[in-house]
Nanobody, 124 residues
Framework: VQLVESGGGLAQPGGYLRLSCEVS????????IGWFRQAPGKGRETVSC????????YYDYRVKGRFTVSRDNAKNTVYLQMNSLKPEDTAVYYC??????????????????WGQGTQVTVSS
């Protein structure tokens, strides 16, 4: 199983980035995909997830209304569109996969397959 994130970089406050998570080795529509982030000196936190049953999405309150998660099963790719970026969004962002069907925003501890992460820096 391999997950590869891309799309990170430097953005100005108020700007946007779109992260991609390309997944191989699993049947994507059987897995819930989560997005997570970890800032320097802080713990890993769940940003968003999209479940495997009906594509229902969940968001942390700090990003709700600014971030949108989506999936393209045909391309084996999950996206995180990040708009209205804030300096506090600066972190390494990870995607991860697990075969379960949450109806809530799950802890990162549940996920077993992880990408290597991509750096997002929001600064003027």
């Amino acid at each position: 199983v391999q997950l590869v994130e891309s799309g990170g970089g430097l953005a100005q406050p108020g700007g946007y980035l779109r992260l991609s998570c390309e997944v191989s080795g699993i049947t994507l529509d059987l897995y819930t995909i989560g997005w997570f982030r970890q800032a320097p000196g802080k713990g890993r936190e769940t940003v968003s997830c999209i479940n495997n049953i009906d594509g229902t999405t969940y968001y942390d309150y700090r990003v709700k209304g600014r971030f949108t998660v989506s999936r393209d099963n045909a391309k084996n790719t999950v996206y995180l569109q990040m708009n209205s970026l804030k300096p506090e969004d600066t972190a390494v962002y990870y995607c991860a996969a697990e075969r379960f069907s949450p109806n809530y925003l799950p802890s990162w501890k549940i996920f077993g397959y992880w990408g290597q992460g991509t750096q997002v820096t929001v600064s003027s």
